[in-house]
């Protein structure tokens, strides 16, 4: 990941020519333009078995919406992140822009650590959508195979949910939903 080092605000971010190729994604965090490298293939399987869960659920219910990276989240003029996986309620539908992403805080933030990104999604990021009050995190850790779920509670994220290998994490947002880590961790 490399930080471009040029303050700006999401309307210059949302006008730049960006390279239209799978190399890299970018993102605004602070008003720092952030290049990622394009995901590994163990990231992608692991967001595709959790977008998949996610996106079945959902629909089934008749919860909202389920979005993939790359999906702008405009939180504020200088931050907009684009996450790995969002979920947006019906209740907050009217966050949905057909142009710019969402415009303001996800019901839920899901993000899938790498080697690059590790210290921004887990410290910066998570800071980040609490501040703009995102009610649920998800930091997914390929290496430990882990999932931890934070719930924004009175304004601070508290751990709602850690699951290990082959245990099992549930949601606050979306009620009654369940995910079996072993078949997330597949080899």
Do not use: C
């Amino acid at each position: 990941m490399e930080v471009l080092e040029k303050k700006m605000m999401a309307e210059e971010f949302f006008g730049l020519e960006l390279p239209d190729n799978a190399d890299y994604s970018y993102e605004l965090l602070n008003g720092i333009l952030v290049r990622r490298n394009a995901p590994s293939g163990k990231h992608q399987l692991i967001h595709g078995e959790i977008f998949g869960q996610l996106y079945l659920f959902v629909n089934q219910n008749d919860l909202g919406k389920i979005f993939s990276a790359p999906t702008s989240v405009v939180l504020s003029d200088s931050d907009v992140p684009q996450p790995d996986i969002l979920f947006l309620s019906k209740k907050n539908n009217d966050k949905y822009d057909p142009v710019w992403g969402i415009k303001g805080a996800p019901d839920m933030v899901v993000e899938i650590l790498s080697p690059s990104s590790f210290k921004i999604d887990r410290f910066e990021k998570k800071d980040l959508y609490e501040k703009h009050g995102v009610k649920e995190y998800w930091l997914v850790d390929p290496n430990y195979k882990s999932i931890e779920v934070f719930a924004l509670i009175n304004g601070k994220y508290q751990l709602h949910a850690f699951g290990l290998e082959d245990e099992k994490i549930t949601s606050t947002v979306l009620k009654g939903f369940e995910l079996e880590l072993k078949n997330i961790f597949k080899k």
